[in-house]
DNA sequence: TATATTTGTTAGATAAGTCTAACAAATTAT
DNA sequence: ATAATTTGTTAGACTTATCTAACAAATATA
């Protein structure tokens, strides 16, 4: 049986694996709230169930029976939060954290039960897609906004960050997912953002715009 | 922060209380699947938190603050059933073991919107009262129908045991919740009962009979 | 390139929750 | 009332997931 605590490092493992950077010790213990050793010790024992791959010294790669096992997960998450945005109400801002725990239910009736009543849903409430019951994802291509071209118009379809300060933000400024986004112009010092909304003018900060998803 | 096992004592400890046998390191032992020792030494634990009074050799009590603890649990249970039923769509004899995992979720917020999508509930699917906000419970004044006179008609009001066993086998021979059962006859020796639901007569054995809680 | 800094590893400790083996108290039966 | 049985307790071991302290490798800096 699957510990809750496996279960999470599968998980950021696998999240941390889609960055360029790749999996180290030092980026699973921050992502994970939990000391070096830690870290250490348990992708051992991940080592030795052949979830993970690890050579001393060298970054984490899991397997494929590892990345089948972090995608469960992953959908649960994802179905999870759509099920609270539309089926019990929820805003976009509220569900990360509640998902987090739901997740790590065993029972795969009640999932299949939110995926019928969901219809096979793709995607979760901040855009990212839901892997299907056999770890498959739909292909996405999405650019960051930080590096779309002065005066293209994108779509906002998904966050790399599902924080409720982040979506609270967002909410605020008036921008919401599958929103048009024009991009006005763009500071080369800091990549300060102006941006067309809704035919409203905002201007975002460069770390707010490598946060947003377009395509 | 209280683990999960501790929960289960609580909740498993508030459960036998109810019994007039009360709660013993043997019944604990059957009812959570653990060894006696165990038993033991987590009720040590939980005397020395204040959740439960213990002397050595005699049962187990909650305290307030306990009892508190764990109608708390026994309320994120019910809720949940009735969620799963109500708003899911499950049947009555498929949430019992769903509950038991997803009553050990701590986000408040979860259940408070439960409780507001059904309306502040004050039953379970399995006719079960579900304490509120503050642990208040509606006082109910049930009998089990192997104790009814014959030629009394009674309402099924709630079931002592909420196992997809037991209540599929009601389902099948037409026994479901808030049915008018009328007594027509009682086996002395072994409580055999002969009953009539919906005009229809069935026989159902003492053992079922002292599961079924009537009005 | 040599040194300093950052990152990763090993060793050993701790807490929670479980177990088995051995024993003691309480209860039941003779 | 004594013996047998059941029930409860103590002692000590094990596993999981965590920690701190000490050290080693890799990387960055002077």
Tied chains: 1, 2.
Excluded: C
């Excluded at 690890?54 to 970054?59: D, I, R, V």
């Excluded at 805003?91 to 239910?105: F, K, L, P, S, T």
């Amino acid at each position: 049986m699957r510990t809750l605590a496996e279960e999470n490092y599968l998980k950021a493992i696998y999240n941390l694996s889609q960055n360029e950077t790749g999996a180290t010790a030092s980026k699973l213990s921050e992502k994970l709230n939990v000391k070096l050793p830690t870290i250490n010790s348990m992708v051992n024992k991940l080592a030795d169930k052949e979830l993970v791959e690890y050579k001393k010294y060298k970054g984490f790669i899991l397997t494929e029976k590892g990345k089948k096992q972090a995608l469960e997960v992953i959908r649960k998450h994802r179905l999870t939060e759509l099920f609270l945005v539309k089926i019990m109400g929820f805003g976009w801002e509220e569900v990360h954290d509640i998902a987090e725990e739901v997740e790590h239910i065993k029972s795969p009736l009640f999932f299949e039960k939110m995926d019928l009543i969901l219809s096979n849903p793709k995607y979760d409430p901040h855009g990212a897609p839901i892997p299907d019951k056999n770890g498959k994802l739909p292909k996405t291509n999405l650019k960051l906004l930080s590096n779309i071209e002065i005066g293209k118009t994108v779509r906002f379809v998904a966050v790399s960050d599902s924080s409720s300060d982040f979506l609270s933000y967002l909410s605020r400024v008036g921008i919401s997912l599958y929103s048009s986004i024009e991009i006005i112009d763009r500071e080369v010092f800091d990549g300060l953002l102006k941006i067309k909304v809704n035919n409203i003018t905002t201007t975002l900060s460069g770390q707010v715009a490598e946060k947003i998803l377009v395509e």
